[in-house]
């Protein structure tokens, strides 16, 4: 009959829950040539199911955002009822990079080291660098004041460098070879011209030096005359 009985019923609809949304522990901020950088998405609260934009651009379903090159990116995740929150902008920074050189070989004066330069480029300072010695163990890290270091290596043999940027970010140098010092040999003397006559300083010596590394200095002395 069309009849109706018209019943006020007071419905609670509590009010929107904004999502929260973090960068994932496991995204790879190192960016390198071969596997770019990756941001992985965290996201909580709202109502699922989240979509993502990076950088204004269109959403998608996945929280993941591969194949990112250096540069500023702002992360957006929008849950089911168009609720957003926009994350603060993360920076990939270039790839981190070094270059290792010896600048001085082992030697015989007071400071005997050879010293291995290197310099960090990329990544996000500061920085520390290990070495490992003859293919072994990493030393302990050791900071580096700036992007360049000085390294003694007192014995020869090979070196390399493991270098760490400030969000764990790894680069591993090239192998240096240290060469050991070449034993000096003691030189020969030979006489090849004589004083014949009382007062004469004619008389000549040839000594030839061999070993170590030339050029040598000669000095001689006189067990006679001094």
């Known amino acids: 009959r069309g009849c109706s009985d018209p019943l006020d019923v007071a419905?609670?609809?509590?009010?929107?829950?904004?999502?929260t949304a973090s960068i994932s522990t496991t995204s790879d901020l190192c960016y390198d040539s071969v596997n770019a950088a990756?941001?992985?998405l965290d996201a909580i609260n709202g109502v699922t199911p989240y979509q993502y934009?990076?950088?204004?651009?269109?959403?998608?379903?996945?929280?993941?955002?591969?194949?990112l090159v250096p540069g500023s990116y702002v992360?957006?995740?929008?849950?089911?009822?168009?609720?957003?929150?926009?994350?603060?902008a993360t920076t990939i920074a270039p790839a981190l990079l070094a270059n290792?050189?010896?600048?001085?070989?082992?030697?015989?004066?007071?400071?005997?080291?050879?010293?291995i330069s290197g310099t960090i480029s990329g990544g996000v300072a500061s920085y520390t660098y290990q070495v490992?010695?003859?293919?072994?163990?990493?030393s302990a890290p050791v900071s580096v004041v700036g992007s360049t270091f000085n390294y003694a290596a007192v014995s020869a043999g090979t070196y390399q460098f493991t270098i760490t940027d400030n969000i764990g970010c790894i680069y591993t140098t090239n192998t240096l070879v240290v060469n050991p010092l070449p034993i000096l040999v003691a030189p020969t003397v030979v006489q090849n011209n004589q004083i014949?006559?009382?007062g004469d300083s004619n008389a000549s010596?040839?000594?030839?030096?061999?070993?170590?590394?030339s050029p040598y200095v000669i000095n001689v002395f006189n067990t006679t005359t001094g």
């Open 196 to 198: 014949l006559c009382n």
């Open 38 to 40: 990756t941001i992985i």
């Open 75 to 88: 992360i957006t995740v929008r849950d089911a009822y168009g609720c957003t929150v926009t994350l603060p």
């Open 100 to 115: 290792v050189v010896i600048t001085s070989n082992l030697n015989c004066t007071a400071s005997p080291d050879a010293i």
């Open 53 to 67: 934009n990076i950088n204004g651009g269109a959403f998608q379903n996945s929280n993941i955002f591969s194949g």
């Open 132 to 138: 490992s010695f003859n293919g072994g163990t990493l």
């Open 11 to 19: 419905i609670n609809v509590p009010a929107p829950v904004v999502p």
């Open 205 to 213: 010596i040839i000594v030839t030096s061999s070993g170590g590394l």
